[in-house]
């Protein structure tokens, strides 16, 4: 799946990568998170949940293990 960019306060982008149960954060601050063995549902719910930084905080941030992934300044 591809990345799709949100509409949201906290999160900037998010894509999930279904084969690995993959679910890449992007971040309005500029932080990238890879979490680790995510459920489709999950995902889903993300999409369509009315607020996605509130589903984030309360649903995935804490609740999953995770990677932070460090870009290069030259992006």
Known sequence: MGRIELVSTVL???????????????LRAGEHYDYLDVPLHTYRELLDSASKGRYYNSHIRKAFQFKRVLTSAAG
């Open 12 to 26: 900037a982008w998010v894509r999930y990568l279904p084969e690995q149960r993959l679910l890449q954060v992007g």
